[in-house]
């Protein structure tokens, strides 16, 4: 599965942001869909994932009620809506995909979060 993320940039405290992931390839190997980010000088974090299929959603506590994720099937597209972004949450953002009981194997390129207070 290639992933291609976008929809980063630079926003104030308190906007909003929407990032996507277009995902191409085996995309019917794909049981679950991610979003994980990357401050500077810390390791990569879960933020949220959600399964292709159901639609079942999993957030980390830090974006729980500001962050949501959703997928459109046909466009084979995942979206990470960021509102009430906080300085905390300047990251690069990765999307990533895996197939069923298998770990987070395929990754894209990242999209830059800035959020300035």
């Known amino acids: 599965v290639q992933l291609v993320e976008s929809g980063g940039g630079s926003v104030q405290a308190g906007r909003s942001l929407r990032l996507s992931c277009a995902a191409s390839?085996?995309?019917?190997?794909?049981?679950?869909m991610g979003w994980f980010r990357q401050a500077p000088g810390k390791e990569r974090e879960f933020v949220a994932s959600i399964l292709w299929s159901k639609g079942n959603t999993y957030y980390a506590d830090s974006v729980k009620g500001r962050f949501t994720i959703s997928r459109d099937n046909v466009k084979n597209t995942v979206y990470l809506q960021m509102n009430s972004l906080k300085p905390e949450d300047t990251a690069v953002y990765y999307c990533?995909?895996?197939?069923?009981?298998?770990?987070?194997?395929?990754w894209g390129q990242g999209t830059q979060v800035t959020v300035s207070s």
């Open positions: 390839g085996r995309t019917f190997s794909a049981y679950a």
């Open positions: 990533a995909s895996r197939e069923i009981s298998q770990p987070f194997g395929s």
